[in-house]
């Protein structure tokens, strides 16, 4: 279940900030609002953000745009906002006043493609959230109920070019998650078959053409090129573009470096990684551990520094979101030095440890292929 679930929240928690094809995208600038507001965020420039945000809400009042712009602040102000009961019950309610104004809006259970996409929205996230806090049956409520307004989105690709992004992660994940989990493939009979090929060809022209779906776009196939191609140059491209255009985004820096580091770019990737290491709050600190681990093992080609780091990278709390596959590579790592220093045991106890956690598919290879 825990599985299934999250293959239905994957699509949704990425769509909260793209308007529907309606009336906000008919007016420029409104338009154009949207997508200040959208680039503040990102760039973790809050206050700016509610300039434009303002503005929306004064033009189109109790809009559903509104409440998910607010929604989204209320993401990236206080990530993983899961660990905050506080901000996590306003997320919720948030999200519930954008359902409530769907409905007075558009009618309950319209098919207008505006009180679609909205709908997806806000159920999407609602289920990721309640995911997250473990209550998995109203998760699989609102997943299922976001999936059918996703299903609903699909017919839009030819409509707008922000639909680009939305069919091509639909296109790419279904083929690959049943491939990851196949206990989940006879759940998946009725859902709509992909294209992983196509999927990744949309979702690259969505970094091209979208403009409010841009860096989602960027992110997301930069995460499917680390994860599941095992292709990280082609992520470098991505995430450096969006580390420029979101300089103060720390996310988008952590990422990049990960990129970096993955495709052998050291010496960028170490300019970087200074930047990263005065982010001393959250889950950045195991990230730039690990970092500095593969940069003493890789690069600097000393164990005994690396291996500290790496011992440092494991006794530092992660998030199952966002930095966990940072202590599978910390144990790949320490592991490659166990057998280097012909400690044969430890390393394959190590790559069990790697095991117990990995999620990219090259570090899954690597630890299984040890013998």
Same mark, same amino acid.
Request: proline share 5%; with cysteine; hydrophobic share 35%.
């Given at each position: ?127 990721? *959230? @309640? =995911? /997250?806090?473990? #209550? ?8 299922? &109920?976001?999936?059918?307004? %996703? ?17 091509? *992660? @639909? =296109? /790419?994940?279904? #083929? ?8 989940? &493939?006879?759940?998946?009979? %009725? ?181």
């Amino acid at each position: 279940m825990q599985n299934t679930l999250r293959f239905l929240f994957f699509f949704t928690l990425i769509f909260c900030s793209i308007p529907a094809p309606a009336q906000l995208l008919n007016d420029p600038a409104s338009l154009k609002n949207v997508q200040n507001s959208l680039d503040k965020i990102y760039n973790y420039e809050f206050d700016e953000a509610q300039v434009f945000m303002d503005q929306v809400d004064k033009k189109y009042p109790n809009h559903p745009v509104s409440y998910i712009l607010d929604s989204f602040v209320l993401f990236w102000k206080h990530l993983p906002i899961k660990d905050n009961p506080a901000k996590s019950k306003e997320y919720i309610h948030k999200l519930d006043q954008c359902l409530d104004a769907i409905n007075k809006k558009f009618g309950k259970n319209s098919l207008d493609p505006e009180a679609v996409f909205y709908t997806m929205v806000a159920r999407g996230y609602m289920a990721m *959230m @309640y =995911n /997250y806090k473990g #209550e998995m049956m109203n998760a699989a409520g609102e997943g299922k &109920k976001a999936y059918n307004a %996703f299903v609903e989105g699909l017919k839009l690709i030819n409509k707008n070019p922000e639909f680009y992004f939305t069919s091509g *992660m @639909y =296109n /790419y994940y279904v #083929e690959v998650y049943p491939e990851e989990h196949p206990i989940v &493939k006879p759940l998946l009979v %009725f859902f709509k078959s992909g294209d992983k090929a196509l999927g990744l060809k949309q979702i690259d022209n969505a970094t091209k053409v979208g403009t409010i779906t841009r860096a989602e776009a960027n992110f997301y196939i930069s995460h499917i090129y680390l994860k599941y191609e095992s292709r990280p140059e082609k992520a470098v491209f991505y995430m450096d573009k969006l580390a420029g255009l979101y300089p103060r985004n720390p996310v988008f820096l952590m990422k990049n470096i990960e990129s970096l580091l993955l495709s052998g770019k050291y010496d960028q990737a170490g300019k970087e990684l200074t930047s990263l290491k005065k982010v001393n709050h959250g889950f950045y600190p195991v990230a730039w551990r690990t970092f500095q681990g593969l940069m003493d093992e890789k690069h600097e080609k000393n164990d005994a520094s690396a291996q500290r780091e790496y011992l440092l990278a494991l006794k530092t709390p992660h998030d199952d979101q966002y930095t966990k596959e940072y202590h599978a590579m910390a144990y790949a790592g320490l592991a490659r030095i166990s057998a280097r220093a012909g400690n044969k045991g430890k390393a394959k106890d190590y790559y069990k440890k790697c095991l117990g956690k990995a999620e990219y598919r090259s570090v899954i290879k690597e630890a299984k292929a040890y013998k």
